[in-house]
Nanobody, 127 residues
Framework: QVQLVESGGGLVQAGGSLRLSCAAS????????MAWFRQAPGKEREFVSR????????TYRDSVKGRFTISRDNAKNTVYLQMNSLKPEDTAVYYC????????????????????WGQGTQVTVSS
């Protein structure tokens, strides 16, 4: 069973930066992908970004493009989410997720496309 552990959340003022980390206990699926989702109070969990292990190809939701950067360290089985120019609307619990296989199209944005999840880390952006 793969375990994912997030870290790096916290409280920051608008315009500030945070870097989230997600360490996987193992990487048993070299063909898969890692992603970040977030969930604000009273809202559904939504896709933020994804990166493929094999070639580092990335995907972002429109509202974070140009502000967030996802990256990976294959040797450490770790994925990062660098978040700059944070806004109050970025406030949420951020979850790391892993999929065994790469999915394409709109399926990459679905919670159901990911097999493993971390416990989440709180990000709060004050105005």
């Amino acid at each position: 069973q793969v375990q994912l552990v997030e870290s790096g959340g916290g409280l920051v003022q608008a315009g500030g930066s945070l870097r989230l980390s997600c360490a996987a206990s193992e990487r048993t699926f070299s063909t898969g992908a890692m992603a970040w989702f977030r969930q604000a109070p009273g809202k559904e969990r939504e896709f933020v970004s994804r990166i493929r292990w094999s070639d580092g190809s990335t995907t972002y939701r429109d509202s974070v493009k140009g502000r967030f950067t996802i990256s990976r360290d294959n040797a450490k089985n770790t994925v990062y989410l660098q978040m700059n120019s944070l806004k109050p609307e970025d406030t949420a619990v951020y979850y790391c997720a892993a999929s065994k296989q790469v999915v394409y199209g709109s399926n990459r944005y679905l919670v159901s496309s990911y097999n493993y999840w971390g416990q989440g880390t709180q990000v709060t952006v004050s105005s």
